[in-house]
């Protein structure tokens, strides 16, 4: 491995936050430059329920239709503040950005935000691998800042240099 991913927003505490509301947010706030995996998933709540975090990293496949590349689940402990995920190995490529389906938790913003970004969801839970949807930018709702990042590792040849697309597929298995 060679290098940091960072995809998304800074996960700190905010002025409000976005009601649970059963729905998948996309943050397309600085999406992957450059293709790794992700090992790490971290977001920042007002509130936080026992149910499973699902997070996920979405490709844009026209307009404002993502789809699922890679997801996980894992059981987060219940209450306000930061909540850190890791041990993942999820596939991202240039382009990617990062989501969430938390049913019973609502995760910190800033509103309007600073990353200039509309804010975006899909009904449901589309965090699982080739699940997609539109994703529309929420005008009515205005620009906002999520407390959703994703971190990860750049693949690397041993020559230091990125990984070529066939040497990340043999990386992630997926050849």
Same mark, same amino acid.
């Given at each position: 491995m060679a290098g940091e991913i960072? *995809? =998304?927003?800074?996960?700190?505490?905010?002025?409000?936050?976005?009601?649970?509301?059963?729905?998948? $947010?996309?943050? @397309?706030?600085?999406?992957?430059? $450059?293709?790794?995996? /992700? !090992?790490?998933? @971290?977001?920042?709540?007002?509130?936080?329920?026992?149910?499973? /975090?699902?997070? #996920?990293?979405?490709?844009? !496949?026209?307009?404002?239709?993502? !789809?699922?590349?890679?997801?996980?689940?894992?059981? *987060?402990?219940? #209450?306000?503040?930061? @909540?850190?995920?890791? =041990? /993942?190995?999820?596939?991202?490529?240039?382009?990617?950005?990062?989501?969430?389906?938390?049913?019973?938790?609502?995760?910190?913003?800033?509103?309007?935000? +600073?990353?200039?970004?509309?804010?975006?969801?899909?009904? #449901?839970?589309?965090?699982?691998?080739?699940?997609?949807?539109?994703?529309?930018?929420?005008?009515?709702? =205005? @620009?906002? !800042?999520?407390s959703i990042q994703g971190i990860?590792?750049?693949?690397?040849?041993? #020559?230091? +240099?990125?990984a070529s697309p066939a040497a990340?597929?043999?990386?992630?298995? $997926?050849?």
């Open positions: 960072v *995809v =998304g927003s800074s996960p700190i505490d905010r002025p409000s936050h976005f009601g649970a509301v059963a729905t998948t $947010i996309l943050n @397309k706030a600085n999406p992957a430059t $450059i293709a790794g995996l /992700l !090992t790490m998933f @971290k977001l920042y709540v007002k509130t936080a329920g026992i149910d499973d /975090l699902f997070y #996920g990293v979405f490709y844009n !496949t026209d307009g404002d239709n993502w !789809t699922c590349r890679s997801a996980g689940h894992s059981a *987060v402990a219940d #209450g306000a503040g930061l @909540k850190t995920v890791t =041990g /993942l190995s999820l596939d991202i490529q240039v382009g990617d950005c990062v989501a969430f389906y938390w049913k019973n938790s609502s995760p910190e913003m800033t509103q309007p935000g +600073e990353d200039d970004v509309y804010i975006s969801y899909s009904a #449901g839970n589309l965090c699982s691998p080739d699940s997609s949807g539109s994703f529309p930018d929420w005008i009515a709702a =205005g @620009k906002a !800042t999520f990860g590792d750049v693949l690397s040849d041993s #020559g230091g +240099e990125s990340l597929l043999v990386a992630t298995g $997926i050849i």
